[in-house]
């Protein structure tokens, strides 16, 4: 039996890792929210958020490679194009149209949308055999779709373009964790730290969507006094300023993720999700403003309790067969990455498994 000194300090770790995952998790939300009420370019701030996590990831990298003399992996352009790119694009229009879409709905209606992303990821885990097929799973697509619906069912901050985008971003979404599981569970490419994938994907992220940037924002954002018209320092430093910061909360996110993975498990970051949702949504209606009906609220916990039973079928076969568990990649608003580890028990700690952020 564990001491309770260990149980205790165990636990505070675990809650404490959580808080952290959710500062930049829903820190990342609001400030995309609160940005695009002034700032009305979501494609160009996505392209300077995928800038600055590529420059943090490679300090990060050239920081690791120094303190462990451990030299990180550099994919070759034929790996890289063939087998990296598809993931960046799909992993570019996910997050642009998810950025974009704030222009247009709450916060609430966002996070809602976006939890559907598990029924995409559902198909095409099975599509790509990368999920076995189970009757449960008509249970969760029900549950999930039948909560989406109540939740937009006469809903009077609905707004049909950014409802549109979201979902199409939740679409495309189920086709970037896909590859993107597969991508990171190939052992050859080295790619199982995502410290590694930021830093591969980024280039190609920004290349797959800076012509869609050009072809809606590029003559806007030209002659907009915000940027390149501005007449006085100070606007110009604060506009830079406020776009630096979400491309910190988004490499944040990335990291405090992968944190939580390691030195917890999976399923914790699963269950972190689930709650995060709650949180999100209860701060929305109390911070932004956003009205939610009963209904509302009621299809809400409905599609919960359909990503709930995901992760609980996830988590049966998971032990019952031995599989590494794997995190929901449904998370919603942010440039998230997922942590596909292998198995970990929230009482398990092992050294190698501790070691696996450097290494």
């Not at 095409?124 to 549950?143: A, G, R």
């Not at 920004?206 to 907009?224: A, D, H, V, W």
Request: with cysteine; glycine share 8%.
């Amino acid at each position: 039996m564990a001491c309770p000194v260990q149980f205790l300090c165990r636990a505070f770790r675990t809650v404490g890792l959580v808080l952290f995952y959710y500062v930049f998790s829903i820190g990342i939300t609001f400030y995309n929210k609160w940005l695009m009420k002034g700032f009305h370019y979501p494609l160009f701030m996505t392209l300077v958020h995928l800038t600055i996590i590529f420059c943090l990831s490679s300090l990060t990298r050239q920081a690791v490679y120094h303190w462990t003399g451990k030299t990180r992996v550099i994919l070759g352009w034929k790996d890289y194009l063939k087998k990296v790119a598809p993931t960046a694009l799909a992993t570019a229009l996910d997050i642009g149209l998810s950025n974009w879409s704030f222009l247009y709905i709450t916060i609430s209606l966002y996070t809602m949308t976006k939890s559907s992303a598990v029924l995409f990821i559902l198909f095409f885990s099975l599509l790509f055999k990368l999920e076995e097929p189970n009757p449960f799973l008509i249970v969760v697509v029900l549950l999930i779709a039948t909560g989406l619906f109540m939740f937009t069912f006469e809903s009077t901050q609905f707004n049909l373009k950014g409802f549109v985008m979201v979902l199409l971003a939740s679409f495309i979404g189920g086709i970037r964790w896909t590859l993107t599981q597969v991508l990171m569970q190939k052992a050859e490419l080295g790619l199982q730290n995502p410290i590694d994938t930021m830093y591969h994907l980024q280039p190609l992220m920004f290349l797959g969507l800076f012509p869609l940037f050009l072809y809606n924002e590029g003559l806007s954002l030209s002659t907009s006094d915000k940027l390149f018209r501005v007449t006085e320092l100070p606007p110009l430093l604060y506009s830079l300023l406020t776009l630096s910061i979400g491309g910190t909360l988004a490499f944040g996110l990335g990291f405090s993720e992968f944190l939580l993975v390691s030195r917890t498990s999976s399923l914790t970051l699963s269950i972190a999700g689930i709650f995060k949702e709650v949180c999100t949504l209860l701060l929305a209606a109390g911070i932004m403003g956003d009205t939610m009906t009963a209904l509302n609220w009621l299809g809400f916990f409905v599609c919960l309790c359909g990503i709930s039973l995901h992760v609980g079928l996830k988590t049966y076969y998971s032990k019952n067969k031995g599989l590494a568990l794997r995190p929901l990649a449904s998370k919603g608003p942010d440039l998230e990455l997922p942590l596909l580890q292998r198995n970990g028990d929230e009482g398990e700690e092992d050294e190698d498994e501790e070691q696996e952020i450097l290494h």
